[in-house]
């Protein structure tokens, strides 16, 4: 056990709306065969998403607000919702009822038993064949609330009691959460690598008010911590996101934030992603920065499981 302390964290119960296989879609690790748990709560709501005006909550349109969620038994029958947060079931309360609830000893054996298949019988980071270690994504929701990152304290310690780890973890996070005693401790301790994907919301695109959304002191710390990360951006091609992202970016690097910087187009479906992803791509390859496709869109649909 990592310390006394934590036995309680072992014993709580923590929620998560899936855990799954598929490979990294976006950033720095794109295309490593990843198993993600993705943890139930997010302070933000990103309600702009695909509205025609992001910034005018009054002109929004919701299709997860009236989805009959009882028309559903699991998270992955739900839509890919358009408009808005295409994850708002990883927050709004009226899907919590089909959310799982388990022990992090629980979640870690999920994660094993979901990287099981012929290739791989006993669901090891440390692929037989290949000889290539798999990765580990925590994402959400917003995987560092407190809840997320005590649960994933408690995930490693049995991963690392079975002997069965990955060389790499991802936290997915909006970068607007302190970090915890607990948490910050046991990445000090580790020696694998935690990687800090940190995707800001930008006003422009997700309706989030900037000091809500931009914690440039907070990501720092996660700098600090870490030498491991990126800042992911998503943006369509107008002006207005652009200068509002450069600011944002002005911030980050104010404040030390030395990480490489990837842009990403908007939209949920693979449709709506290459109307403007070329003129997103030229925008971000001329100004020096790394563009993400958002693989998984254009694999699977971005369907939930993916």
């Known amino acids: 056990m990592y310390n006394k302390s934590m036995d309680k964290v072992q014993?709580?119960?923590?929620?998560?709306?899936?855990?799954?296989?598929s490979i990294q879609g976006e950033g720095h690790y794109t295309g490593v065969p990843t198993a993600w748990i993705r943890f139930f709560l997010c302070n933000l709501q990103c309600n702009g998403f695909g509205?025609?005006?992001?910034?005018?909550?009054?002109?929004?349109?919701?299709?997860?607000?009236?989805?009959?969620?009882?028309?559903?038994?699991?998270?992955?029958?739900?839509?890919?919702?358009?408009?808005?947060?295409?994850?708002?079931?990883?927050?709004?309360?009226?899907?919590?009822?089909?959310?799982?609830?388990?022990?992090?000893?629980?979640l870690a054996n999920k994660l094993v038993d979901i990287m099981k298949n012929d290739n791989n019988p006993e669901g090891l980071f440390l692929h037989p064949i290949t000889k290539q270690r798999q990765h580990l994504?925590?994402?959400?929701?917003?995987?560092?609330?407190?809840?997320?990152?005590?649960?994933?304290?408690?995930?490693?310690?049995?991963?690392?009691?079975?002997?069965?780890?990955?060389?790499?973890?991802?936290?997915?996070?909006?970068?607007?959460?302190?970090?915890?005693?607990?948490?910050?401790?046991?990445?000090?301790?580790?020696?694998?690598?935690?990687?800090?994907?940190?995707?800001?919301?930008?006003?422009?695109?997700s309706g989030e008010q900037g000091d809500k959304a931009i914690k440039p002191e907070i990501v720092a710390e996660y700098h600090d911590l870490s030498r491991f990360g990126q800042l992911k951006f998503v943006v369509g091609s107008n002006d207005r996101e652009w200068e509002e992202m450069e600011s944002v970016i002005d911030r980050f690097r104010k404040a030390g934030v030395t990480w490489?910087?990837?842009?990403?187009?908007?939209?949920?479906?693979?449709?709506?992603?290459?109307?403007?992803?070329?003129?997103?791509?030229?925008?971000?390859?001329?100004?020096?920065?790394?563009?993400?496709?958002?693989?998984?869109?254009?694999?699977?649909?971005?369907?939930i499981g993916t």
Request: with cysteine.
């Open 11 to 21: 014993e709580k119960k923590y929620y998560y709306s899936e855990i799954f296989h």
């Open 51 to 106: 509205q025609i005006d992001p910034t005018n909550p009054d002109t929004y349109e919701l299709p997860f607000e009236d989805f009959d969620v009882d028309s559903v038994k699991r998270v992955e029958d739900l839509p890919v919702w358009e408009k808005g947060c295409d994850s708002s079931y990883t927050w709004a309360k009226k899907f919590k009822g089909l959310m799982g609830h388990e022990t992090p000893t629980v």
């Open 137 to 205: 994504c925590f994402t959400g929701g917003e995987p560092l609330m407190a809840t997320g990152q005590f649960a994933t304290v408690g995930i490693y310690e049995e991963l690392e009691r079975q002997g069965n780890l990955p060389s790499s973890m991802t936290f997915e996070t909006n970068g607007t959460q302190k970090i915890r005693e607990p948490f910050k401790e046991w990445v000090k301790r580790i020696k694998e690598e935690v990687f800090f994907s940190c995707s800001p919301k930008l006003f422009t695109v």
């Open 260 to 303: 490489p910087v990837w842009v990403m187009p908007t939209g949920a479906r693979e449709e709506e992603q290459k109307e403007g992803a070329g003129k997103v791509a030229e925008k971000a390859f001329k100004r020096g920065y790394n563009v993400a496709a958002r693989v998984h869109v254009y694999l699977f649909g971005n369907a």
